[in-house]
């Protein structure tokens, strides 16, 4: 069956202006959780979707935002970008109970 | 919240060798999971390991849950074991999903 798809996969942004990224997770899979991953920071938690509810946030300000959709997609929104927002950005589909958790290819973000 | 801690942070070993990559962390969990990320930056998963043993091939995994830790083992390394070998788990309880991520093992296999 066809796995957690992310698309872009690249993107290229101005500082200053907003993006959309996109996750279509595996069919079945309700959880739908988002990441960033930078040289230093590492991989860090954004958010988790279940059933269209955001049930959990990581430490980010609220420039980063997301949504889901009934047929369980997520979206993930950066208003005004900067420079530090380039990452590469992961997203991972679950069941949901902490059940095992599948990633996409990711999106990587270069904000110049 | 829960602090998960990788060790070693770089290893470097010759074709064949056998390595031990440790996973600590600082609080009960029910969910750990061993990931490997390719080149191309996509984690791979090797093992979902709550608790126990699990053997895939030349990998296995063991996670003690009672003492917070949990060991990949990886047997006759070959050149495409090389990358970074993630461990994670529950961001925080209470029913909803999301990961913690350790820091990684960067694993460098040479010929």
């Known amino acids: 069956k066809a796995g957690v798809t992310q698309t872009p996969r690249y993107l290229i942004k101005t500082r200053g202006q907003q993006v959309t990224l996109s996750c279509s997770p595996i069919?079945?899979?309700?959880?739908v959780s988002w990441y960033q991953q930078t040289p230093g920071q590492g991989l860090q938690f954004l958010f988790e979707?279940?059933?269209?509810?955001?049930?959990n946030k990581g430490n980010f300000p609220g420039r980063f935002s997301g949504r889901q959709f009934s047929n369980s997609r997520s979206e993930m929104n950066v208003s005004t970008l900067e420079l530090g927002d380039s990452a590469l950005y992961l997203c991972?589909?679950?069941?949901?109970?902490?059940?095992?958790?599948?990633f996409g290819q990711g999106t990587r973000l270069t904000v110049v | 919240g829960i602090q998960v801690e990788q060790s070693p942070p770089d290893l470097i070993l010759q074709e064949g060798a056998n390595s031990t990559l440790r996973c600590n962390f600082s609080?009960?969990?029910?969910?750990l999971q061993w990931f490997h990320q390719n080149p191309w930056g996509q984690l791979i998963n090797l093992f979902y390991?709550?608790?126990g043993t699990k053997q895939n091939g030349r990998l296995s995994a063991t996670t003690v849950a009672t003492e917070r830790y949990s060991l990949l083992y990886i047997s006759s390394s070959q050149t495409t074991d090389s990358g970074v070998y993630f461990c994670?788990?529950?961001?925080?309880?209470?029913?909803?999903?999301?990961?913690?991520f350790g820091k990684g093992t960067h694993l460098i296999i040479q010929p």
């Open positions: 991972a589909s679950s069941l949901g109970g902490f059940t095992e958790a599948f």
């Open positions: 069919s079945g899979h309700r959880s």
């Open positions: 979707y279940f059933s269209e509810t955001q049930r």
């Open positions: 609080d009960s969990v029910n969910n």
């Open positions: 390991i709550p608790s």
């Open positions: 994670a788990v529950p961001y925080s309880g209470g029913g909803a999903d999301g990961l913690t």
